[in-house]
């Protein structure tokens, strides 16, 4: 008999893949005007956020291939790895970019999906996840690597071509206005908050698992 969090993981793992795939269509299908953090179609590519959530969507297929015609074991540093990083996209948007850019909607669009509804079900996803014994401490190092190989491409982009000029510039987040020192210690955060995020969801994953082999 299926366990009733097999079945939850399950569906969320079906429900990432639709969203990630709704989303995904939405921005080939909306055209961007080069601000409000939107590129047009595969421009959207440079964002952290579309690179996160399309990840987000390869693990939950690669994790419901496992389920239907593999061995059914998780995915589970990968899935925190995912996890983590589209928990960073919600993060830094609901804290950060809102607040920072007040006249600007970041949550229509496709930017609903990946900004809100995929994250939100990611952690859900992984937090009712069965796991085979505790998750690493290293795992939540591995989990911070996209931030920060993301965050040196994106200044070492700025620094060899320049920031250049609105709409077509390398700092797309806008993070020089804040000034150079400013931007790199809001990478430096944002890859904190990357593993922080990862060490949070390790914690509630683990505590939850040692409680069910417990009961079991």
């Known amino acids: 008999m299926i366990s009733y969090r097999k079945l939850f993981s399950f569906i969320t793992n079906v429900l990432i893949i639709i969203f990630t795939l709704i989303g995904t269509i939405i921005m080939f299908t909306h055209s961007g005007n080069g601000t409000g953090l939107t590129s047009s179609g595969i421009g959207n590519f440079k964002y952290f956020t579309v690179l996160s959530n399309e990840f987000c969507g ?18 589970t ?4 790895v995912a996890a983590s990083c589209v928990t960073l996209t ?7 970019l809102a607040p920072a850019y007040p006249d600007l909607n970041l949550y229509q669009h496709a930017n ?9 079900v990611a952690i859900a996803d992984f937090l009712i996840m069965k796991t085979e014994g505790k ?12 931030s920060a190989v993301y965050g040196y491409a994106y200044l070492i982009n ?11 510039t390398n700092d797309w987040y806008g993070f020089l206005n804040w000034g150079a020192f400013a931007s790199v210690a809001i990478f430096m955060g944002i890859v904190f908050a990357n593993w922080l995020a990862a060490v949070i969801l390790r914690f509630l994953s683990n505590l939850t698992n040692q409680r069910k082999r417990k009961k079991h």
């Open 158 to 168: 700025i620094l060899l071509n320049g920031v250049g000029a609105w709409p077509d």
């Open 112 to 120: 609903l999906w990946f900004h809100l509804i995929v994250p939100l």
């Open 77 to 80: 540093k990968t899935k925190l």
């Open 90 to 96: 919600f993060l830094v948007v609901a804290c950060f």
């Open 58 to 75: 390869i693990v939950a297929i690669l994790q419901l291939r496992r389920d239907l015609w593999g061995d059914g074991k998780r995915l």
């Open 135 to 146: 998750i690493p401490f290293l795992a939540t190092l591995l989990a911070a690597v996209p």
